[in-house]
Nanobody, 122 residues
Framework: QVQLVESGGGLVQAGGSLRLSCAASGRTFSSYVMGWFRQAPGKEREFVAAISRYGPSTYYADSVKGRFTISRDNAKNTVYLQMNSLKPDDTAVYYC???????????????WGQGTQVTVSS
């Protein structure tokens, strides 16, 4: 079993930046694809970004491409989401999750963190 703990959320003005972190327990972190998702009030959970096991391949939702960067440090069992040029539409609870294969669909992910709130003011 894997436990995931997100951190780094907060309140930021439009145009600002935040860096989210997701720390994973266990010794098998490098065997997982890692993904970031977000869920705004009244909306479905949506894919944000994913990264392959050793990080050479990354994938982004069109809405964040060019503004967000996903990365991972397998030695630290941590995945990051650098978020730049934030917009009010980016306001949501952000979750990290693990999967065996790259996917944009939430059901493909096995373990989830508790989420961290990101609020972008206009």
């Amino acid at each position: 079993q894997v436990q995931l703990v997100e951190s780094g959320g907060g309140l930021v003005q439009a145009g600002g930046s935040l860096r989210l972190s997701c720390a994973a327990s266990g010794r098998t972190f490098s065997s997982y694809v890692m993904g970031w998702f977000r869920q705004a009030p009244g909306k479905e959970r949506e894919f944000v970004a994913a990264i392959s096991r050793y990080g050479p391949s990354t994938y982004y939702a069109d809405s964040v491409k060019g503004r967000f960067t996903i990365s991972r440090d397998n030695a630290k069992n941590t995945v990051y989401l650098q978020m730049n040029s934030l917009k009010p539409d980016d306001t949501a609870v952000y979750y990290c999750a693990t999967a065996r294969l790259i996917s944009t669909n939430p059901p493909a992910y096995d373990y989830w963190g508790q989420g961290t709130q990101v609020t972008v003011s206009s």
